[in-house]
């Protein structure tokens, strides 16, 4: 203890507590503050923009389930619009397969009563022609046969011969 | 045989001076130079007790070396040589001495001739004595009482010293240093430039890992400049005993003392009324008035010897560590004169090259240590609780 009071120089600790003082002062001053307030400002600055990032993920995200959700909305509704078309287009089919058959029917129809009548009328007129032919050949064949004096004779004979036979 | 190996190392020096240039590039060269450091460092601690007592053994004259080195010096000198006639010179430069005896009394260091004249001033006469200064006769006899004590008068000295002058050039480059990087977060977009990006992670160390957890997140930014400034200014000074100038400012009572004095104020000045009840009244509710009666008489005591205790443990851990630190490192170097062999000097050396790599560590460890127990002081005075239960 004698030997440290000893070695105190009272000169050196003024000088260190003037030069120190001063120095702290300075530094206070000129250093520490500027540079605890830099890092703090870049710290907030960070924890900003790092809350700034989160956030800008959080929209990315919305947004992106939004379109999402628009894009299965568009799909459903492409895909709704395209079974609708089909249908429409079959029904269509069907409809005009359908239309086509009863015209066809109906035409068909009408092909056959119109070949019916005029089979009709044809056979008709064949009747009548045939009948009126008939006439003219039993005329001619008649109109043959009777012409000779023998010949009348002779079918009369031949009726009478029959009439024997009955 | 100490002047011979002394005479190497000069020869060695003034070699390496002239062709240092060219040989600089040789890995052996930058081993021989490194060598060299610690040669000029022994060198150095030579200069002036050869020319007091050049009969003495050689381990007197390492311990009177020791002592020498380990306390501030009037002058600033780097080293010194023998010459060939047996004469002494001194490279340095001289500090100016400032006395208050009857009056200012200013004068150059330079008229003491490193101790070895008297310097007559305004009449008087002044002598330099193992780094004091006292007031003699115009012969210089310094009067001696049984324990061998110097009996003469000291004139009050404030005197610009070696470790003042290290304290100033300390101040100066932490100065440049912090002021620089405090510039570069302006210039450059709040990141910091050059060597700023070393010293930026040790101040937000001392933030985030000294101040804020000992003293609390409310009031740690009134102590963090206190903090800053010590932490630094204990290293670089630590780090400066270690370079071969070898100033031993850190391990100096003064020092040591005017650092913890600082501590002290800080403390008690910013003392909470918590911080005031823990001393004055320590058991709080705890105990009823009439137990207290018996009890405090010797527990406030007790707490007030606490307050100055603390501090003073500060002092000297520093002054001890810095100056065993430098007594061992010393001492290692001067084993190497006393053995004088081929096995025991390098072993020496090598050991002493071990040692000044602890003593870096050292250097950092104490400045932490510093730092860390006034914030922890601090955290006690700033301390503040929402109810008295706490007590």
Same mark, same amino acid.
């Given at each position: 203890m004698e030997k440290l009071l000893e070695e105190f120089s009272l000169g050196l600790f003024f000088w260190q507590c003037l030069l120190f003082g001063l120095l702290l002062f300075l530094l206070w001053k000129f250093a520490w503050k500027p540079i605890l307030n830099a890092v703090n400002d870049r710290e907030d600055g960070i924890k900003d923009a790092l809350a700034a990032a989160e956030n800008a993920k959080k929209e990315m995200q919305n947004v992106t389930a939004d379109s999402e959700r628009l894009l299965q909305e568009a799909r459903a509704e492409r895909e709704a619009m395209l079974k609708e078309a089909r249908e429409i287009k079959e029904k269509m089919i069907a409809d005009s397969k359908e239309q086509a058959k009863i015209e066809g029917d109906k035409m068909l129809k009408q092909a056959q009563a119109t070949i019916e009548s005029e089979k009709k009328a044809a056979v008709a007129d064949i009747k009548s022609q045939v009948a009126n032919l008939s006439v003219d050949i039993a005329e001619k064949v008649i109109k043959e046969q009777l012409s000779a004096k023998d010949k009348q004779l002779k079918l009369v004979e031949d009726m009478l011969g029959d009439i024997k036979l009955n | 045989m100490l002047f011979s190996f002394y005479k190497n190392a000069v020869h060695l020096h003034r070699f390496l001076g002239t062709d240092r240039i060219r040989n600089m590039r040789t890995v052996f060269t930058k081993l021989l130079f490194a060598v060299l450091l610690v040669f000029s460092t022994s060198s150095f601690a030579l200069e002036t007790e050869v020319s007091d007592a050049? =009969? =003495?053994d050689l381990k007197t004259e390492i311990k009177e070396y020791i002592d020498h080195h380990l306390k501030d010096s009037h002058d600033f000198s780097l080293f010194s040589y023998t010459t060939d006639s047996g004469e002494h010179k001194y490279v340095g430069f001289p500090l100016p001495i400032i006395l208050w005896d009857n009056g200012l009394k200013v004068f150059s260091s330079s008229k003491f001739h490193h101790g070895e004249t008297v310097a007559e001033v305004d009449g008087n006469h002044y002598k330099l004595y193992h780094s004091k200064i006292y007031k003699t006769d115009a012969s210089g006899t310094i009067n001696y009482d049984e324990n061998h004590h110097a009996t003469n008068s000291k004139p009050i000295d404030f005197s610009i010293t070696k470790s003042v002058v290290m304290i100033f050039i300390t101040g100066l480059l932490m100065f440049l240093l912090f002021g620089g990087l405090a510039k570069s977060y302006a210039k450059n977009g709040g990141i910091p430039t050059g060597v700023g990006r070393f010293f930026e992670p040790i101040v937000l160390y001392i933030r985030d890992d000294i101040a804020r957890p000992n003293i609390?997140? =409310? =009031?740690?930014k009134r102590y963090m400049p206190y903090l800053l400034s010590i932490f630094f200014f204990i290293w670089f000074l630590n780090i400066f005993g270690l370079t071969?100038?070898?100033?031993?400012v850190t391990g100096n009572i003064a020092i040591t003392f005017a650092l913890a004095l600082l501590t002290f104020l800080f403390t008690n000045f910013t003392g909470t009324k918590d911080y005031w009840m823990h001393i004055f009244d320590p058991l709080g509710d705890t105990l009823p008035w009439y137990g207290k009666l018996f009890l405090y008489p010797i527990l406030i005591p007790i707490e007030l010897l606490g307050v100055v205790i603390k501090p003073f443990s500060l002092l000297i851990r520093l002054y001890a560590n810095m100056q065993a630190g430098h007594i061992v490192l010393m001492s290692l170097i001067g084993l190497m004169f006393l053995f004088k062999s081929w096995l025991g000097s390098p072993l020496s050396f090598g050991l002493a090259f071990a040692i000044s790599l602890i003593e870096v560590l050292v250097a950092l460890l104490q400045a932490y240590i510093f730092t860390m127990l006034s914030a922890l002081y601090f955290g006690f005075a700033a301390v503040e609780h929402d109810h008295a239960e706490a007590h």
């Amino acid at each position: 203890m004698e030997k440290l009071l000893e070695e105190f120089s009272l000169g050196l600790f003024f000088w260190q507590c003037l030069l120190f003082g001063l120095l702290l002062f300075l530094l206070w001053k000129f250093a520490w503050k500027p540079i605890l307030n830099a890092v703090n400002d870049r710290e907030d600055g960070i924890k900003d923009a790092l809350a700034a990032a989160e956030n800008a993920k959080k929209e990315m995200q919305n947004v992106t389930a939004d379109s999402e959700r628009l894009l299965q909305e568009a799909r459903a509704e492409r895909e709704a619009m395209l079974k609708e078309a089909r249908e429409i287009k079959e029904k269509m089919i069907a409809d005009s397969k359908e239309q086509a058959k009863i015209e066809g029917d109906k035409m068909l129809k009408q092909a056959q009563a119109t070949i019916e009548s005029e089979k009709k009328a044809a056979v008709a007129d064949i009747k009548s022609q045939v009948a009126n032919l008939s006439v003219d050949i039993a005329e001619k064949v008649i109109k043959e046969q009777l012409s000779a004096k023998d010949k009348q004779l002779k079918l009369v004979e031949d009726m009478l011969g029959d009439i024997k036979l009955n | 045989m100490l002047f011979s190996f002394y005479k190497n190392a000069v020869h060695l020096h003034r070699f390496l001076g002239t062709d240092r240039i060219r040989n600089m590039r040789t890995v052996f060269t930058k081993l021989l130079f490194a060598v060299l450091l610690v040669f000029s460092t022994s060198s150095f601690a030579l200069e002036t007790e050869v020319s007091d007592a050049p =009969k =003495k053994d050689l381990k007197t004259e390492i311990k009177e070396y020791i002592d020498h080195h380990l306390k501030d010096s009037h002058d600033f000198s780097l080293f010194s040589y023998t010459t060939d006639s047996g004469e002494h010179k001194y490279v340095g430069f001289p500090l100016p001495i400032i006395l208050w005896d009857n009056g200012l009394k200013v004068f150059s260091s330079s008229k003491f001739h490193h101790g070895e004249t008297v310097a007559e001033v305004d009449g008087n006469h002044y002598k330099l004595y193992h780094s004091k200064i006292y007031k003699t006769d115009a012969s210089g006899t310094i009067n001696y009482d049984e324990n061998h004590h110097a009996t003469n008068s000291k004139p009050i000295d404030f005197s610009i010293t070696k470790s003042v002058v290290m304290i100033f050039i300390t101040g100066l480059l932490m100065f440049l240093l912090f002021g620089g990087l405090a510039k570069s977060y302006a210039k450059n977009g709040g990141i910091p430039t050059g060597v700023g990006r070393f010293f930026e992670p040790i101040v937000l160390y001392i933030r985030d890992d000294i101040a804020r957890p000992n003293i609390g997140e =409310k =009031k740690y930014k009134r102590y963090m400049p206190y903090l800053l400034s010590i932490f630094f200014f204990i290293w670089f000074l630590n780090i400066f005993g270690l370079t071969p100038l070898g100033v031993n400012v850190t391990g100096n009572i003064a020092i040591t003392f005017a650092l913890a004095l600082l501590t002290f104020l800080f403390t008690n000045f910013t003392g909470t009324k918590d911080y005031w009840m823990h001393i004055f009244d320590p058991l709080g509710d705890t105990l009823p008035w009439y137990g207290k009666l018996f009890l405090y008489p010797i527990l406030i005591p007790i707490e007030l010897l606490g307050v100055v205790i603390k501090p003073f443990s500060l002092l000297i851990r520093l002054y001890a560590n810095m100056q065993a630190g430098h007594i061992v490192l010393m001492s290692l170097i001067g084993l190497m004169f006393l053995f004088k062999s081929w096995l025991g000097s390098p072993l020496s050396f090598g050991l002493a090259f071990a040692i000044s790599l602890i003593e870096v560590l050292v250097a950092l460890l104490q400045a932490y240590i510093f730092t860390m127990l006034s914030a922890l002081y601090f955290g006690f005075a700033a301390v503040e609780h929402d109810h008295a239960e706490a007590h």
